[in-house]
């Protein structure tokens, strides 16, 4: 049993429910409620589990309503403790559901790849990064007994609207929400922008591109299909030669971030910790933030060159590498690529040539 969700009011028709994310050090998605002319509106949803559900079924009625009176869901990014209750509120409530084309399209392609290619392209991709062949043995032992789990957040509801960038929602009647686009989390992460001023003025509902003292995971945009050489379609491994990747998520991160500093709103209702003021000298401190691991990681590829997966070994974490665990290990190593990607891009990284896996050296660029 659960107990009673802490549910703040924020004033002007707003709310925030924390949902709990099972087994995770951020403890819970704040589940935001905006109240419309047609009904309250959710800004994300939660975790897919049965404690969840029933702490945003709680939570709602705290704030004088309930799942199936629920006008619409606005999801802020694709990831299963923001989308993942998204079909449970639409079975309750007809709801609809809007959502950022580049992450639709990410959940799209969620239902249509068999999990074993999903986990084929993970190992190959892994190895290609230098990941040792004791990290990557687990994995490619359940592939060869024929896995086929199911990844978190599966079985979110597909989005029926699209959010467009820059523009005032549709559906909200009473209320000026605009989409402001911020990849770099996800590609099609938003956050939303409630021009109206209540006490002390506009708000920045911000998902987890701005969030109070946690600095969001900035990874790869990956796509079996699109980030290899070769796929066979939903059903068939496709080839394990990594291509360069799509994008720079760490660039695309940076610029938006200094465009929602610009905007300076007099509050941040953010998805996790609490809300906070200060929306300009919070990304100051996380665009500084990246700034000095770049350069830490150029330093480290002027002394010799390296592998993803080494310069992930000798990135500082929030504890030794030793006592990281086994997926904390993949996500560090997708944040070292999104950095070195990013290097690649400004100039002061290279791929040397020859060798697998590929590592990386710097460059003599001022």
Request: charged share 20%; proline share 10%; with cysteine.
């Amino acid at each position: 049993m659960t107990s009673a969700p802490q549910v703040t009011a924020h004033g002007g028709g707003v709310w925030s429910i924390p949902v709990p994310i099972p087994d995770n050090p951020l403890g819970h998605t704040l589940v935001h409620v905006l109240d419309t002319d047609s009904g309250p509106v959710l800004i994300d949803t939660g975790w897919d589990d049965p404690d969840s559900w029933q702490a945003l079924a709680d939570g709602l009625a705290a704030c004088g309503t309930a799942p199936g009176e629920l006008h619409g869901v606005i999801v802020t990014h694709h990831h299963p403790d923001h989308h993942g209750l998204s079909a449970r509120v639409r079975e309750e409530s007809g709801a609809w559901i809007a959502m950022h084309a580049a992450d639709a399209h990410a959940v799209r392609r969620a239902r249509e790849v068999r999990p074993t290619v999903w986990l084929r392209y993970y190992v190959d991709k892994l190895a290609a990064a230098g990941a040792p062949e004791s990290h990557t043995a687990p994995l490619r032992e359940a592939l060869a007994h024929g896995w086929e789990g199911a990844f978190p957040g599966h079985r979110a509801a597909l989005p029926d609207r699209e959010i467009p960038p820059g523009e005032l929602l549709e559906g909200l009647p009473g209320r000026r929400l605009r989409a402001i686009w911020t990849p770099g989390h996800t590609p099609g992460h938003v956050c939303l922008h409630l021009e109206e001023r209540h006490g002390a003025g506009d708000r920045l509902f911000s998902g987890d591109h701005l969030l109070p003292t946690v600095t969001p995971h900035i990874g790869l945009y990956e796509d079996p299909a699109e980030d290899l050489e070769s796929g066979g379609g939903a059903d068939t491994p496709p080839s394990p030669r990594l291509r360069s990747g799509r994008g720079d998520p760490l660039g695309d991160y940076l610029a938006s971030l200094e465009r929602v500093a610009r905007l300076a709103p007099a509050q941040v209702l953010p998805a996790h910790e609490y809300a906070f003021a200060g929306a300009r000298e919070r990304a100051d401190e996380i665009a500084a933030h990246h700034a000095e691991r770049l350069s830490g990681l150029r330093t480290l590829l002027a002394e010799r060159p390296r592998t993803p997966w080494e310069l992930a070994e000798a990135m500082r974490w929030n504890r030794p590498w030793a006592d990281i665990p086994f997926g904390s290990r993949n996500i560090a190593v997708a944040e070292a690529e999104a950095h070195l990607r990013h290097l690649v891009k400004l100039g002061l990284a290279e791929p040397v040539p020859g060798g697998e896996p590929v590592s990386y050296r710097a460059t003599a660029a001022c």
